[in-house]
């Protein structure tokens, strides 16, 4: 874990309030790996007090790439920044996806959940074979397409629920063909919590290996405030900071 001043190299806004930053921090950068994110503090000043989480999008040192949506007066701050600002930033924070060598992997992404996966895509689909599914509810919510398009992955499925990009509906409904026709072994998804829930419930009889990358609100980032603890079958809680933000799917008390 790195406490690193930034500077932001690059700035692109790619349409209804979604932004992508590229920063130079050196030493997170080669210490970040697929599923790893950063605590990015979006002001000079203390206000607002707390640094916000960002997944890496990807890592190529002495660069790291961060895609969000702005949501609030966190993000509405950061996406003010220019090329040639500089960012405080503590990371790469939190644990990563499995690296599984040979194993038929399926990357399922619904909306903003593509940041981890597509490090993943990025760093392991010249290895192995990788199916993406990736989803949104229109094609405004669906960016890197062409970056996507350009890895080697072994099949791509996208649905958007308008139908504006792909297939038309939710990524779910494209889940049993999927798995059917391509037969992974080993699942990895990101996005909504309803997504995640719902996929629990499809994927508990399917004897895949599953994991699932979590968002939360997090005051700290490295587990010392307790704020993004989630609750676990087995009646704990654990910290989506540095417990995760990977967990196996099934580990999780998903809402019924």
Same mark, same amino acid.
């Given at each position: 874990?790195?406490?690193?001043?930034?500077?932001?190299?690059?700035?692109?806004?790619?349409?209804?309030?979604?932004?992508?930053?590229?920063i130079?921090?050196?030493?997170?950068?080669?210490?970040?790996?697929?599923?790893?994110?950063?605590?990015?503090?979006?002001s000079?000043?203390?206000?607002?007090?707390?640094?916000?989480?960002?997944?890496?999008?990807?890592?190529?040192?002495?660069?790291?790439?961060?895609?969000?949506?702005?949501?609030?007066?966190?993000?509405?701050?950061?996406?003010?920044?220019?090329?040639?600002d500089?960012?405080?930033?503590?990371?790469?924070?939190?644990?990563?996806f499995?690296?599984?060598?040979?194993?038929?992997?399926?990357?399922?992404?619904?909306?903003r959940?593509?940041v981890?996966?597509?490090?993943?895509?990025?760093?392991?689909?010249?290895?192995?074979?990788?199916?993406?599914?990736?989803?949104?509810?229109?094609? @405004?919510? /669906?960016?890197?397409?062409?970056?996507? *398009?350009?890895?080697?992955? &072994?099949?791509?499925?996208?649905?958007?629920? $308008? %139908?504006?990009?792909?297939?038309?509906?939710?990524?779910?409904?494209?889940?049993?063909?999927?798995?059917?026709?391509?037969?992974?072994?080993?699942?990895m998804a990101?996005?909504?919590?309803?997504?995640?829930?719902?996929?629990?419930?499809?994927?508990?009889?399917?004897?895949?290996?599953?994991? @699932?990358? /979590?968002?939360?609100?997090?005051?700290? *980032?490295?587990?010392?405030? &307790?704020?993004?603890?989630?609750?676990?079958? $087995? %009646?704990?809680?654990?910290?989506?900071?540095?417990?995760?933000?990977?967990?196996?799917?099934?580990?999780?008390?998903?809402?019924?």
């Open positions: 874990m790195q406490d690193e001043s930034g500077r932001i190299e690059e700035t692109r806004c790619l349409g209804k309030d979604y932004f992508l930053l590229k130079l921090v050196p030493k997170i950068a080669r210490e970040a790996k697929p599923g790893n994110f950063v605590m990015v503090r979006v000079p000043s203390f206000d607002p007090l707390l640094r916000r989480p960002l997944g890496i999008l990807q890592s190529e040192p002495p660069y790291i790439w961060l895609y969000f949506q702005v949501k609030g007066r966190g993000t509405t701050l950061l996406k003010n920044h220019q090329s040639g500089r960012l405080d930033i503590l990371g790469p924070l939190g644990n990563c499995p690296e599984l060598p040979g194993k038929k992997i399926l990357l399922i992404a619904g909306g959940g593509i981890p996966l597509f490090g993943y895509a990025k760093t392991y689909s010249a290895k192995q074979p990788l199916i993406l599914l990736y989803g949104g509810r229109s094609a @405004a919510d /669906l960016h890197l397409l062409s970056e996507l *398009g350009a890895l080697p992955l &072994h099949k791509s499925h996208i649905f958007s629920e $308008d %139908g504006s990009c792909g297939e038309k509906g939710l990524l779910t409904s494209g889940l049993e063909k999927i798995i059917a026709e391509q037969h992974p072994e080993v699942t990101c996005g909504p919590e309803a997504m995640l829930a719902a996929l629990a419930k499809m994927l508990k009889i399917k004897n895949l290996e599953n994991y @699932a990358s /979590l968002e939360a609100i997090m005051g700290c *980032g490295f587990g010392v405030c &307790h704020g993004c603890a989630v609750a676990a079958v $087995d %009646g704990q809680y654990h910290k989506v900071c540095d417990e995760g933000p990977v967990f196996p799917l099934e580990k999780i008390k998903w809402p019924i």
